[in-house]
């Protein structure tokens, strides 16, 4: 199904005499439109190099972006010929309307102007030509450019500024000079590539001036411009040195022959009166003229025939002519003076019927015309095309690139009518239609670009929009025309179409296609060399994406991000789980299980000059480092968290060390010079013993005695600390014992806790757990620390890292000496 021509079969007709047999095929009023037979895309994902990126436009999962395969980068580009040149003129200039040719008007009053600029451009001189709208600007331009074929190496090249930015305007040129299909070039090589163009340029509808324009011609110093503006655009810069050209109105009697050219007939006396009139009330605008003589010929038609009109449903019998009409065949009075000046409204209630439905969604539109090839769907009518050529005889439509607009001043005048009250349906109307047609297959991304404007007017129109429904038509324009605008490199419109449908679709509260919007920005910040601007949008969607469970588009996401980290040279993003993720991950407290094959509570020392000695640490401490060594995407948070656990480690180890020196000082030099004595084979007595302690004591000082080797139960004292029975060789901790001074040999208090096995260098358990004697403390299960070996070397006194693995033990051991204050 043709996605402009709808067929016979739609309108309850058969295909036996349309196109096939005897009957005869209705040519195709656009250019574009595809003949049958041809075979139709099914899908329209394009590939297309963008500065050192490879862009994959996919209109269903959305853009993706790489660095550009090694091979293929394009080469560089292929100068247009002169024929190459004429042939994409012709193509990107308007379309002729339909109907019968329109009078060919002379330029009158403009051969100083003209000779003028000619005689600038050769000389390589840029010119600003500024006018009035309406003054006749377009057709001056046409006339010079007619001139200067010759001039230049690279000719003449035609541009529209027209809603359009320098950066635009500089890729237009490139575009035109070069035949480099699917390529856009950075900003760096575009620069390398325009120095290096020598055209005549003619640029129509200029929109800005001051330093964007100083860089138009900064980045061109090979190119004569020819800007034409109007008067309310910003001037160049004082550094600038643009030649000025100011284009006035027409004088009076240069009036009246264009009057009477385009009416193609001469005027009476009455109405060269009239003429003269008009021509003061609008200081010389051709463009008045212009729309004067068709109402000369609208009159002309009435008199003769007052039901000229009918047939086409344009007059209708209480038409308004601005005064009492005498309608009899013979006599019509001429428009009033205002009507004269301000001509659109008079002259839309002569059009047909198609002809004003045409006018009311270009009002409706901003004052943007809907393609020729629209106006059936949009209208309901299978020859509504017809009525672009009416709206062009009657001097109601300007150029605009290769499209049409109202002329300057329809729009307010017809607004005025009453044109515009239902402008909110028509805009909506023609958005549906719009949206249906770019996401068709078959429909090309040049026939996208070309109707850019009429499209982001139609969004631009729906948002923000108090109607039910509104801004979800305008999300659904967006989403179906913004990869045609990518895929056609008309970068500017894709960059409003997405900000227009990110707006409208946060506003319609559809947070996929938010989500859409912001990767497709992010892609583009990304393409144009704003990596600021990228990160932003990507960890947005990225987000958006994660809370909807979008786990591809998550993915799309995090690869053009990573993109971004790396072009920009900064350190790659930390990406965690999307929330939606996030959301079904256990947190429990409890220690993670261990990987297989490893022993958790069981880990090597280091070597150390007591070789075969194995440490024994807390249980509870190994699966808490497992928990945390887990890989992926938690890796960097379980590294940061095992040094805060190693810190913390660190910070209650000197606690305990502390505690076990002040208790250590406490003992007498007698049983300090008897623990010196102590060794690994004597420390197996221990267990042979039942009520008494042997002669060896703890070589740390510590109070802790293991009730199973000593057999003699711990009672707390006053202060929450152990007091151990009589006879047992421990001293009292108590604060009040005055045994309890400090002792002047500090070789037991320089060297922190180690704990050696009680039986063999071989690991062991401990049969029993020990509780702490602090009333308030919960029993945990630890491993029974041992007398040490004092013969060995002291380890310096500052802890490290590898001492956070064994501080849970030493605390669970002195915990019975530091009582509350530990806890």
């Not at 010119?127 to 709208?133: K, M, Q």
């Not at 007939?265 to 051709?286: H, K, M, V």
Request: hydrophobic content about 35%; aromatic content about 4%.
């Amino acid at each position: 199904m043709d996605p402009t021509h709808r067929g016979p079969e739609e309108y309850g007709r058969d295909n036996g005499g349309f196109g096939e047999g005897s009957g005869r095929r209705r040519p195709a009023r656009d250019q574009l439109t595809p003949e049958p037979g041809q075979p139709t895309p099914q899908a329209r994902v394009v590939r297309l190099i963008a500065g050192d990126y490879l862009l994959t436009v996919n209109p269903i999962d959305g853009s993706e972006v790489e660095l550009c395969p090694p091979g293929e980068q394009p080469g560089p580009p292929a100068r247009r010929t002169a024929t190459g040149r004429a042939d994409r003129e012709r193509a990107t200039a308007p379309p002729v309307p339909p109907g019968p040719p329109a009078p060919q008007l002379p330029l009158l009053e403009r051969a100083q102007e003209r000779e003028r600029l000619v005689r600038l451009l050769s000389r390589g001189r840029s010119v600003r030509l500024t006018g009035p709208a309406g003054s006749g600007r377009t057709a001056l331009l046409d006339a010079v450019a007619a001139d200067c074929a010759d001039l230049a190496p690279d000719g003449v090249v035609r541009l529209s500024g027209y809603k359009r930015s320098a950066t635009d305007l500089l890729y237009g040129l490139f575009e035109a000079v070069h035949d480099t299909p699917l390529h856009r070039p950075d900003r760096d090589r575009l620069l390398e590539r325009v120095r290096s163009i020598g055209a005549v340029v003619l640029l129509d509808d200029l929109e800005f001036g001051g330093a964007a324009l100083e860089e138009l011609l900064d980045a061109t110093p090979e190119c004569a411009f020819l800007f034409a503006t109007v008067p309310d655009v910003a001037a160049p810069t004082t550094d600038s040195h643009l030649e000025e050209v100011f284009l006035a109105g027409l004088g009076r009697s240069a009036a009246v022959d264009l009057l009477e050219r385009a009416a193609e007939r001469p005027l009476s006396d009455e109405e060269a009166n009239w003429a003269g009139d008009l021509w003061f009330e609008s200081e010389g605008l051709p463009l008045r003229f212009v729309q004067a003589a068709a109402l000369l010929r609208q009159r002309d038609l009435l008199r003769t025939d007052p039901e000229a009109y009918g047939e086409y449903g344009g007059l209708a019998a209480d038409a308004p002519f601005g005064h009492d009409q005498a309608v009899d065949g013979v006599h019509i009075p001429l428009p009033s003076l205002g009507e004269g000046a301000a001509p659109a409204a008079l002259l839309a209630s002569r059009l047909s019927g198609p002809a004003r439905d045409t006018l009311r969604f270009a009002v409706a539109l901003g004052g943007e015309v809907p393609h020729q090839a629209h106006l059936p769907a949009l209208i309901g009518d299978t020859h509504a095309d017809a009525a672009l050529g009416e709206l062009a005889g009657c001097g109601l439509l300007s150029p605009a690139g290769s499209r049409y607009r109202l002329a300057a001043g329809v729009v307010t005048q017809l607004e005025a009518a009453g044109y515009g009250e239902d402008a909110t349906e028509r805009a909506r109307a023609a958005a549906q239609h719009y949206a249906w047609w770019a996401g068709h297959p078959s429909v090309t991304p040049e026939r996208v670009t070309a109707e850019g404007d009429a499209v982001i007017a139609a969004m631009a129109q729906l948002v923000p929009g108090d109607g039910a429904g509104q801004t979800s038509v305008a999300v659904l324009l967006a989403r179906s025309a913004t990869p045609a605008f990518a895929a056609g490199l008309h970068w500017g419109s894709w960059e409003k179409a997405l900000r227009i449908g990110q707006e409208a679709a946060r506003i319609a509260g559809e947070v996929a296609e938010e989500a859409y919007f912001h990767h497709e920005l992010g892609v583009l910040a990304l393409l144009a060399g704003n990596p600021d601007r990228a990160r932003a949008e990507l960890e947005t969607s990225i987000s958006m994406r994660g809370a909807l469970a979008d786990k591809s588009g998550a993915v799309a996401g995090r690869r053009a991000l990573a993109l971004v980290a790396d072009r920009s040279g900064g350190p790659l993003p930390i990406v965690l789980t999307p929330p939606g993720d996030e959301l079904p991950v256990s947190r429990a407290e409890a220690p993670a299980t261990p990987p297989a094959g490893t022993r958790p509570s069981m880990t090597q020392t280091p070597p150390r000059p007591y070789e075969g000695v194995t440490a024994v640490i807390s249980r509870q401490s190994a699966p808490k480092a497992a928990g945390g060594a887990r890989g992926g995407r938690f890796g960097l948070l379980a590294g940061a968290r095992r040094n805060l656990v190693a810190t913390a480690a660190g910070v209650l180890l000197t606690g305990v060390l502390g505690t076990v020196v002040g208790l250590g000082l406490t003992s007498g030099d007698d049983d300090v010079q008897g623990n010196q004595d102590v060794t690994t084979e004597q420390s197996q007595s221990q267990d042979g013993g039942e009520d008494e302690l042997p002669a060896d004591g703890p070589a740390d000082g510590s109070t802790s005695a293991d009730p199973a080797s000593s057999g003699s139960p711990a009672t707390p004292g006053p202060s929450g600390s152990e007091i151990t029975p009589s006879g047992s060789g421990t001293p009292s901790t108590d604060p009040t014992d005055p045994s309890g001074t400090p002792s002047s040999d500090t070789s037991s208090s320089s060297r922190p806790p180690s704990h050696k096995p009680t039986t063999s260098p071989t690991t062991t358990k401990s049969p029993k757990p020990t509780k702490t004697s602090s009333p308030t403390a919960d029993p945990t299960e630890t491993e029974s620390p041992s007398p040490t070996d004092t013969a060995t070397e002291p380890e310096p006194s500052s802890p490290d890292t590898s001492d956070s693995a064994s501080g849970p033990s030493s605390s669970s051991a002195a915990s019975a000496d530091s009582g509350p204050a530990i806890a």
